[in-house]
């Protein structure tokens, strides 16, 4: 066992592609940290898009979102300016800001996501649930 200190929070170790996975379709999230493993200070997500999928949708919440490109070209709108953002890039989105990110590209794309402060991943049943109702569209409609 790992000593975590005098935090009183256990580390979180994890490998390639473990998590808590939410499958949406032409979506999928893979939750690595969230709100009761961080003192709710942050939630860090995977989000990876096939070709071609949009994402969620322009929206907007009170928490800062920051997003780096792990694979790919995400397509990320940030006010009302999408920017092209290959892998390696970072953007952060700050909280209240409208904001939404999709593949246009032929090739898989993935985002590591970090919100602050934490708990974001509560809402992942009904975002997942959601996505099950309104599949992904196609970027090329």
């Known amino acids: ?34 709100g009761a493993e961080t003192g709710q200070l942050y939630s860090i997500s995977e989000w990876w898009l096939d070709p071609h999928t949009r994402g969620p949708g322009a929206h907007s919440h009170r928490e800062d979102d920051v997003f780096y490109v792990l694979a790919g070209t995400m397509s990320v709108l940030v006010g009302t300016e999408w920017i092209q953002a290959r892998t390696g890039s970072f953007v952060v989105v700050p909280g209240k800001v ?7 590209g032929t090739e898989r794309a993935g985002v590591l996501n970090v919100s602050a402060p934490g708990n974001f991943e509560q809402h992942m049943p009904g975002i997942a649930q959601w996505f099950a109702e309104h599949p992904p569209g196609d970027t090329r409609l």
Do not use: C, W
């Open 98 to 104: 409208n904001h939404d990110f999709e593949n246009r």
């Open 1 to 34: 066992m790992i000593d975590s200190g005098s935090t009183g929070r256990q580390p979180v170790v994890l490998g390639p592609g473990q998590g808590r996975a939410y499958p949406m379709g032409r979506i999928s999230a893979v939750f690595k940290a969230d």
